[in-house]
């Protein structure tokens, strides 16, 4: 069974950093990607950064390039963002989800396969 469980959310002021990681089981193969979505209070869930576990190919949304990281560590099964730069935008529960790399790029929520419960991100201004 895959499970996917976040960890990292927190308050954190305008400007400053966050580190979110997704740990991942029960994959049997490492042909698939792990995306990180957001959806903040009265807003459709979006996606934010996916990887593609295989070859660590990464993509961002244009509203985070330059101040998320998305990264891989294959050996703990952990895939980590990166926030700098946070805004109060970028205040949402965070939530990673698993998925074929060509779909979770779509930043399709429904394409997905399976979802973390997600952690919360509260930037203050």
């Known amino acids: 069974e895959v499970q996917l469980v976040e960890s990292g959310g927190g308050l954190v002021q305008a400007g400053g950093s966050l580190r979110l990681s997704c740990a991942a089981s029960?994959?049997?193969?490492?042909?698939?990607?792990i995306g990180w979505f957001r959806q903040a209070p009265g807003k459709e869930r979006e996606g934010v950064s996916c990887?593609?576990?295989?070859?660590?190919?990464?993509y961002y949304q244009d509203s985070v390039k330059g101040r998320f990281t998305i990264s891989t560590d294959n050996a703990k099964n952990t895939v980590y963002l990166q926030m700098n730069s946070l805004k109060p935008e970028d205040t949402a529960v965070y939530y990673c989800?698993?998925?074929?790399?060509?779909?979770?790029?779509?930043?399709?929520?429904?394409?997905?396969?399976?979802w973390g419960q997600g952690t919360q991100v509260t930037v203050s201004s």
């Open positions: 989800a698993s998925g074929p790399t060509l779909a979770l790029r779509l930043w399709v929520p429904y394409l997905a396969d399976y």
């Open positions: 029960g994959f049997t193969s490492d042909d698939y990607a």
């Open positions: 990887i593609s576990i295989r070859d660590r190919s990464a």
